[in-house]
């Protein structure tokens, strides 16, 4: 299947990383991923910050960009997609363009997350990945709410060979990012974040994975600061990792400490 | 409202009852979460709540059918609610009632006062109503020299402590036993000095002092949780028998409720009934339905007057993108699942109504002045996770909503803020591959701030950011590089 990568501006900019590996599996799994290089962003900060009219020229670039890219789209984002599927055809509504609503809906109706992709679309949930490590899944809330990915995530992580899945409690709590809620109610988006911390430090995983660059950076970020010892991997990257290829090592906020495959239990 | 009173629907009015706090949500919020207390009392209250309520929703097989229903009905009547408020003045009238319409806080004040000096009375019980307290309707009869006494226990203890309500269902939530029995020894007439916070020896001391105004109140002041516009039932909902007390001993009794709880038929119940008292209090039904129509001779009180309140909802429900609002029958499921209300509590709104759902509600019946209103920032008071959405017995889109009252935030800015300019700058940066791009250079120059890869601080806005978490230092090459170097 010829598949359109989102890279979204956070992936793309900040953390490429996931994005090489979500074309690593689907080019292992056979599939023929495009990249059109004119994307740039869907618009989701400016929408939920409440900048709907703003949002539109983003949402309409983003529908010319991919509308004809390829058959399918994917991002290795929750909230990318969901504000997809969930918000550009109401930006299109209320800025009175029907047309683009239109087109947009017959995108997101073609635009997955990346285990949406991999489990619904391509029916597979074995990528044959190889990933020996303790490993706790955060679902992201777009993820989960939004997109309702339900156990998609955890079936393909429970594929990976090597892998000791370890409950996170509490996980379907929101870990505090929210985007600019991050940043405009700090205080209480840190406070949020404890909670989380704690939780992932009480799973004894040494890595905290997700579906969302976005949360595994304000996750890992905190737990960076905490020097707690347990890192952030995107979901893609440990699908992506094999026992011949390079480990997964996405956000590394100190290269000095966390060491490839060496994650230091609480 | 009269039927000459044609115009745009205004909206509460300022400075009466309480819709509106004096300071934006994040710098009240940073008092509410310092207090360990309140952290320790809300976290326990609202995980207990969510335990019974997943509990309970759990055992109901067509639980998604009958909060559709509930929606659906709510729909029908925000479409002709106009109608369905005349026939429900008929039936009330019809049944021996007396209905009195009011424009917003001020006018329901008024006609409150008024009934209760018609009668002589200068005690009035209350049951526990979100409504009079949005309208600051204690306050207001406090001033014709009337003294209001809540009989709801947790309400009674706000009361006595010249606290204000945090939560729906349980006012007190940021109270533990220790702190109500410090505030009954301090301020409840007669009490027990030996008192201890037995949860027991505390209720049987509201009681006590409970006993006392039921039996000597004359008139009682109540909300309504629903209205039937067929047959004139109005209800109310309750755990303790304090409400069904104050319906039914005094010689009058005075209901105010907001326009938006009346439903068309009395068989809506049969939906709302289910839905309530498992979101609310997690039971699969609450101990005390009261409802009544109209006077029933020699039976209950005597007089029933229903003041209709407005108050901003009339344009809330001209809002096509937040009418949905007016759906919510006050459960408080969405306040015990939002992760920011568990860590700030109520208060930290400002406004009676609290959480995800006051966070839409409130703004929207005061309109929002600018961008120094603190009801501007109640919008923002959310991380949009959407617990509120899954929690919500009516299906209210609340993280949709949320977005709208965003927008209007942002549209009652008159002149551009620091943040608008930023992001049209950065809207105009990502509507154009080449802006992008080159955007995209200038932040990759970052990555010299942090040579280990870990950035620990950044200047404002970014210090919102470090201040609890590093930020990772941008990659050595962006995604899109990577590609045009490997890939062509």
Known sequence: MRIALVATCLGDAMFPQALKATVEILERLGHEVVFPSDQTCCGQMHVNTGYLDM????VRHHVEVFADAAEVAVAPSGSCVGCVRHQHAMVARRGGDEDLARAAEDLAGRTYELSELLVDVLGVTDVGAYYPHRVTYHPTCHSLRMLRVGDKPLRLLRAVRGLHLVELPDAEVCCGFGGTFAVKNAEVSTAMLADKMANVLTSG??????????????????????????RTVHLAEILASTEDGTPARDIVFDTTEVGEGKGVHP | MSSTDLGMPTTAPDGVGFLRGSEPFPAAAHRALADTQLRRNLGHATRTIRAKRAGVVAEVPDWEELRRAGEAIKADTMARLPELLEQLEASVTARGGVVHWARDATEANAIVAGLVRDTG??????????????????????????????????????????????HFLVPAIHRNRSEIRDIFLRAMPGVDPDLTDDPR???????????????SARVAISGANFAA????????????????MCLTLPDTLITVMGVEKVVPRWSDMEVFLQLLPRSSTGERMNPYTSTWSGVTPGDGPQTFHLVLLDNGRSNVLASEDGRSALHCIRCSACLNVCPVYERTGGHAYGSVYPGPIGAVLSPQLTGISGPDDPNASLPYASSLCGACFDACPVRIDIPNLLVQQRAASIAAH????????????????????????????VLGLGRFAGRSGRIRFLPYPGSQWTSARDAPAPPAETFRQWWKRTRS
């Open chain 1, 55 to 58: 949002a539109l020229p983003l």
């Open chain 1, 205 to 230: 995983a040494e890595v905290c994975t997700a579906g969302d660059s976005s949360c595994l950076m304000h996750i890992g970020g905190g737990l960076s600061r905490l020097r707690s010892g347990v």
């Open chain 2, 121 to 166: 009375a200068d005690e009035v019980v209350k049951v526990k109503s979100i409504a009079t307290q949005e309208i600051g309707l204690n306050e207001a009869l406090a001033e014709q020299g009337i003294t209001a006494t809540e009989t709801d226990l947790a309400e009674l203890i706000v009361q006595l402590s010249d606290d204000r309500p945090s």
């Open chain 2, 201 to 215: 020896r505390l209720a049987m001391a509201a009681r006590a002092h409970l006993r006392r105004k039921f039996l």
């Open chain 2, 229 to 244: 516009a067929d047959t004139g039932t109005i209800s109310v909902v309750e755990s303790e028998g304090n409400g069904r």
């Open chain 2, 414 to 441: 008159r002149t551009p803020t620091a943040q608008d300019l930023a992001m049209r700058t950065v809207a105009a940066a990502m509507v154009s591959p080449g802006r992008f791009r080159a955007a995209e250079r």
